[in-house]
């Protein structure tokens, strides 16, 4: 039998506690007042944005020793779940700042991390993440984006799809081909490529159902020349460094899906408290208490599935993959049914954009599609658990 000690448990601490609530007081004070302009008018919300960067709240993840805050994993999903609490488009600033570049703390040569980690930290500039294209979404092996050696550089050719905050980050790690005749998916390197590397260009903003604030745009390059010390890791090994990279970074979303089910819950109880039907206040009907219920009993083992596997990122646990995907496939469900289940509550009012709970229903979808449908999470528990790594043996 397999004894589990305080070591495999997290820990909610003091400091954890203080950063939950420093976040809280900036989301409240600079993020929500704009929210829903930032929404309607699909604009980058600047004012988190500059508010995250004053506050260190940016980048929590770089460590000290490149000039960063050195915030644990579950500090970071603290951060990002309070910040989609008031706007899910602004949790993406330090959800996207880990998953771009995730791939340079994991596998980076020391003078890579020590060019780009600080620049970061400080806020300067942002990281984005390139590995979708428009026929290689969830079959990330069958990537086109090709680079090609010639002498000591890399020329990068294609393009990818799908990329959060482009445009608005400087750097951004790429996923491409680099020997087209070698074997499916270790023919694959990783990239750091600039925004100001000659060749390459945006697609337009793409028009969305929710997270409006946030721009998702394609990455076109035309004979982008990289040079060969931009490779992040061996060459080859680029599709293992970013599904190692997923493995740490869809917890964050768990987190945003966790914060938008909060925000949704946190409005439909101070809708019902002050709704009047027949009387009294709807929030008095047994049906409405049972719904309320739910949705928080939901909300809370999300959120304990996200801040277990914030633990297991923190301490490279061996089963983190099924703990990583079941904690965001678990919590984006649970985002999209409590944020539906708000707009019920609040009725007619829940379907107009006079109220917020609508905004929520529209952002929490996408946490059921990116960084892996829920659909290729559960292939990745199902693999994980026919393995015998899931934790529980």
């Known amino acids: 039998m397999r004894v589990v000690t305080t070591e495999d448990l997290f820990r909610i601490s003091e400091d954890h506690e203080a950063i939950r609530e420093a976040v809280r007081a900036v989301a409240e004070d600079k993020i929500v007042p704009f929210a829903a302009a930032v929404d309607e008018e699909s604009r980058y919300p600047q004012e988190a944005h500059d508010a995250l960067v004053a506050a260190d709240f940016h980048a929590a993840h770089v460590a000290e020793e490149y000039d960063g805050v050195g915030a644990d994993a579950l500090a970071v999903s603290i951060i990002i779940e309070e910040v989609s609490r008031a706007c899910a488009s602004s949790g993406l600033i330090p959800a996207v700042n880990k998953l771009g570049s995730m791939p340079v703390i994991l596998a980076g040569s020391e003078d890579l991390k020590g060019r ?9 500039s942002f990281f984005s993440y390139g590995l979708s294209e428009r026929e290689a979404g969830s079959d990330t092996a069958g990537m086109r984006c090709k680079a090609t050696r010639d002498g000591e ?4 050719k294609g393009s990818k799809a799908w990329i959060t905050n482009a445009g608005v980050s400087d750097f951004y790690t790429v996923l491409a081909v680099t020997d087209p005749d070698g074997e499916r998916g270790r023919n694959i390197s990783a ?27 394609e990455l076109h390059f035309d004979n982008v020349r990289l040079p060969g010390d931009r490779m992040v890791g061996a060459e080859g090994e680029g599709l293992k460094i970013a599904l190692r990279t997923l493995d740490h970074t869809r917890i964050t979303i768990g987190a945003q ?42 909300l809370e083992a999300a959120r304990q599935m996200v801040y277990v596997a914030s633990a297991k990122s923190e301490r490279m646990d061996e089963d983190l993959p099924f703990f990583g995907a079941a904690a965001k496939c678990f919590a984006s469900d649970v985002a ?53 790594r899931t934790g529980g043996r």
Do not use: C
């Open 153 to 156: 550089d890399w020329v990068l």
């Open 257 to 298: 899906a966790v914060g938008i089910a909060q925000g949704a819950l946190d409005q439909a109880v101070a809708y019902v408290t002050e709704r009047q039907q027949f009387g009294k206040a709807i929030a008095q009907f047994q049906g409405i208490q049972f719904m309320l219920a739910d949705m928080a009993m939901q």
């Open 191 to 217: 990239f750091v490529v600039e925004k100001s590397d000659e060749g390459f260009t945006f697609g337009e903003k793409e028009r969305k159902l929710g997270i409006k604030g946030s721009p998702t745009r």
């Open 336 to 388: 999209m049914k409590i944020t539906t289940d708000a707009v019920q509550l609040l009725g007619g009012a829940g379907y107009t954009r006079d109220f917020p709970v609508e905004r929520m229903m529209r952002d929490a979808k996408i946490t059921q599609i990116y960084e892996g449908t829920n659909e290729i999470q559960r292939v990745v528990m199902a693999r994980q658990l026919l393995a015998g």
């Open 116 to 124: 780009y980690l600080p620049a970061l930290a400080s806020g300067a």
